[in-house]
Antibody, heavy 118, light 112 residues
Framework: DVQLLESGGGLVQTGESLRLSCSAS????????MSWVRQAPGKGLEWVAN????????SYVDSVKGRFTISRDNAKNSVFLQMDRLRAEDTGIYYC???????????WGQGTRVIVSS | DIVMTQSPLSLPVTPGEPASISCRSS???????????LDWYQQKPGQTPQLLMY???NRASGVPDRFSGSGSGTDFTLKISRVEAEDVGVYYC?????????FGQGTRLEIK
């Protein structure tokens, strides 16, 4: 079975950094794009970033460009989200997702909670 | 960015009755490969979102056949033929044609 396990969330102050990790198993990691999606408390879903199989292509939502960096380590079946200069509006649950061949997010992790306090 | 607009935002339904959710995109979601990159996700209370439908009308693994998707171009619909209590939650459409992928606002389905 596909498993995505996020870690690295926590409580930080405005302007600080966090690095989220997602460990993947149950599938051939190098065959898939990977994404991060977030959900602010009581709000809807927002796609944050994605990365190609070999790491050569990365895309971001405008609100995180220049502050967040997505990366992956195919040897460790892991994808990361480095979050710098955090803002209160970055607070939420961050989900690691696998992109399907014809879908955006065909598998989701349980999420890791990020709280940015001002 | 492609804007996704859902309606209604709240949907009270009697068990056993049908339900329908509309999703409209600000531009066509048809890729050069002929597929439309329109997904539906279900998020039950307190749970992680799950893929429900992909490429407009394909049910994800394990999704009951009372769920169906239709539409083309910029107008899409998710239908539940007979709502059950376990269908309570928020439903999102999402376009995966181009980044940034974008979600609709979500439709909250509740049981009357």
């Amino acid at each position: 079975d596909v498993q995505l396990l996020e870690s690295g969330g926590g409580l930080v102050q405005t302007g600080e950094s966090l690095r989220l990790s997602c460990s993947a198993s149950g599938f051939i990691f190098t065959n898939y794009w990977m994404s991060w999606v977030r959900q602010a408390p009581g709000k809807g879903l927002e796609w944050v970033a994605n990365i190609k199989q070999d790491g050569s292509v990365k895309s971001y939502v405008d609100s995180v460009k220049g502050r967040f960096t997505i990366s992956r380590d195919n040897a460790k079946n892991s994808v990361f989200l480095q979050m710098d200069r955090l803002r209160a509006e970055d607070t939420g649950i961050y989900y690691c997702t696998r992109e399907g061949y014809l879908s955006g997010c065909d598998n989701w992790g349980q999420g890791t909670r990020v709280i940015v306090s001002s | 960015d492609i804007v996704m607009t859902q309606s209604p935002l709240s949907l009270p339904v009697t068990p056993g009755e049908p339900a329908s959710i509309s999703c409209r995109s600000s531009q066509s979601l048809v890729n050069s490969n002929g597929y439309s990159y329109l997904d539906w996700y279900q998020q039950k209370p307190g749970q992680t979102p799950q893929l429900l439908m992909y490429s407009i009308s394909n049910r994800a693994s394990g999704v009951p056949d009372r769920f169906s998707g239709s539409g083309s171009g910029t107008d899409f619909t998710l239908k539940i033929s007979r709502v059950e209590a376990e269908d309570v939650g928020v439903y999102y459409c999402m376009q995966a044609l181009q980044t940034p992928f974008t979600f609709g606002q979500g439709t909250r389905l509740e049981i009357k």
